[in-house]
């Protein structure tokens, strides 16, 4: 197995050990980025070989009682995380020259943990929609067909997992931006419990509820390693959960697991053809392996919670966004309508929309009262042409707005709730798909856990990877 293949956990080892050095884990690395990179255009804002390969030098000098948990491991971090020393853009001409002098949280405690930050992972506009593409990069391509989307906004990063440039990424998720391009990558991407890996502090911290971020992985076991280096309360903002480890991440005993099927929500998420097929196979394994799965009627009205998750995304991603259209900066259409959106709704509206959000989060603790997981697709499309903006129809079904057609992504997202999306198999057409494994609120080990059981016993990314 080559050093651009192998699991995080195997290189972190030999890293510690001495068996393996910086300097020949970063020229692996280099090599790889080289030889994919032109093609998906996942990893941005490279920063200069020879300074990286410096650092790379310094790394192995220092002694193993001092080496962190992540000590020498190329990481590459998501182009909405501001990076000091490194162009931060937000996918966005706005911060097109934009480099920080500070690190942001998530990048501190991975510089912290002995990582070696290369460069960023390629997102959409400010993250905005599951389809990565900015005017400052360009798009990035889906490397088991070049010709559709990777998803996103964490698109960049499933890419560079899923070709070998990066052992281990980091990503947000507010609408499944953690879970569908990992879906979509044959790769696993974890939305952890709101609350447990905490964002900058800037603006309001204690309305913003729906956007965390999270970790993704070849692996569940390899996901956990980087949960532990970004997970832990923050002082200086609320919410925050106490830290609890999640490495190693053991594979659970699935006998006796209660396995919720929730499907396309009684019809509500129109599915494209093969989808729902493809995970209730997936489910199969589930089953063989001792687990219990049943179908479950939709416990909740969909259009209630979208028209909930709707007003309070407009709130708080508008509100986000609304100063930078006041000082006369020019946005991409979705930003537009989130802020037209913010600008014209009311408080009675916002307060509606969280009373809602409150009864769902009450009705899924019923769930979890008889099911350990809930399950749903992880996309309702499979990846798309490259060229088109968003969906515009699912089964014969239009989508009336640019994120409609993610809206299976949103029973976890809106209340909060930890959710693993772990590799289904793949469509006629070669191209991989997903499934979201989700648990009670702070449930996050036991998940993970779960999807580790299914990774052994199917091991997609490593039997399956891209054909480039």
Known sequence: MSLTSSSAADLLGSLHSGSLSAVELMRATLARIDAVNPATNAIVGLRDRDALLAEASEADTVSVEDRGPLHGLPIAVKDLVQVAGILSTNGSPIFANHVPAKDDILAARLRAAGAILIGKTNVPEFGLGSHTFNPVYGATRNPYDLSRTCGGSSGGAAVALATGMLALADGSDMMGSLRNPAAWNNVYGFRPSFGKVPSEPLGDTFLKMMSTLGPMGRSPADIGLLLDVISGPDPRQPHGMPFEPAHPVKAAALDGLRVGWLGDWGGAFPCEPG??????????????????????????????????????????????????????????????????????????????????????????????????????????????????????????????????????????????????????????????????????????????????????????????????
């Open 275 to 468: 989808i729902l097929e493809l995970c209730q196979n997936a489910l199969g394994v589930l089953a063989e392996n001792g687990a219990t799965v049943e179908p479950v009627a939709p416990p909740f009205s969909a259009d209630a919670m979208w028209d909930s998750w709707i007003t309070l995304r407009s709130f708080l991603t508008g509100g986000g966004l609304a100063p930078l259209l006041e000082r006369g900066i020019e946005m991409k259409d979705s930003a537009m309508w989130e802020i037209g959106r913010y600008q014209s709704m009311t408080a009675e509206q916002v307060y509606a929309a969280s009373v809602t959000r409150s009864a769902w989060f009450e009705c899924a603790a019923r769930l979890f009262d008889t099911y350990d997981v809930l399950v749903l697709p992880t996309a309702q499309a499979w990846p798309f042409d490259i060229d088109l903006p968003w969906p515009t129809e699912i089964a014969g079904r239009k989508m009336d707005t640019y994120h409609r057609w993610m809206q299976v992504t949103i029973p976890a997202s809106l209340i909060g709730l930890p959710a693993l999306s772990v590799p289904a198999g793949f469509g006629p057409e070669g191209l991989p798909m997903g499934m979201q494994l989700i648990g009670r609120h702070g449930n996050d080990g036991r998940i993970l856990s779960v999807g580790q059981a299914y990774h052994e016993a199917t091991e997609w990314p490593q039997m399956r990877p891209p054909a480039i």
